[in-house]
């Protein structure tokens, strides 16, 4: 970067352990900056120069790694960009939770077969067990409960990604609570069956 006296040289150096990135100035460290994320896509620090110069190095999370600008009196010192210009382009903040249930949604219809395959094996182990006739109405209600239970389960996770006015808090608690509701009501199935 061109300097009154010549030219000054700002570096970022990763961090290993605790993430983010050091700062240098002419080789001597000023701090360090967090890594942006999907929650903090957008992330800049101010430093004042010795010449007195305004200078804004910011971090960028672009989908798979970091970007980094810098900034000297307001313009982006590689191509001219105005600061602003750059914040008001930076990707929109994606809330967590959001993302869990983008992969949850897009993992179900596998998750959802997966699920009827198992119901298929346990529901002909126990009609087997009852009466070798009912094996294939057993293997075909067990798919369909096994399936069906997921299916239900999506529906009711993308219903609660949807409560965006709902604290973040409160959305993990009824994401734990449906989570858990599943599983005790195919305990409790399973062990009515059995008895």
Known sequence: MPAS????????????????YRLYFN??????LPAPTDEVPWIERQLRLSDARLVVVAL??????????LFADGMDVRDGTAIHARRSQAPSPVDPF???????????????????VVGTGLAAV?????SP??????AIAGFLFGY???????????????KHHWRLRTRRIVLSL?????????VAVASLLTH
């Open 5 to 20: 006296r010549g030219t000054d040289e700002i570096g970022l150096e990763p961090r290993r352990l605790r993430g983010g």
């Open 27 to 32: 080789r001597v460290r000023l701090g360090s």
């Open 60 to 69: 960028e999370w672009n989908n798979d790694a970091d970007r980094a600008y």
């Open 98 to 116: 959001d993302k869990l249930v983008r992969s949850f949604v897009a993992s179900a219809p596998a998750t959802a077969v997966g699920a009827g």
């Open 126 to 130: 126990e009609a087997v067990a009852i």
């Open 133 to 138: 006739l009912l094996i294939i109405p057993g």
């Open 148 to 162: 069906s239970l997921v299916a239900l389960y999506a529906r009711m996770i993308t219903w609660l990604g949807s």
């Open 178 to 186: 449906v989570t858990v509701g599943p599983l005790i009501g195919i």
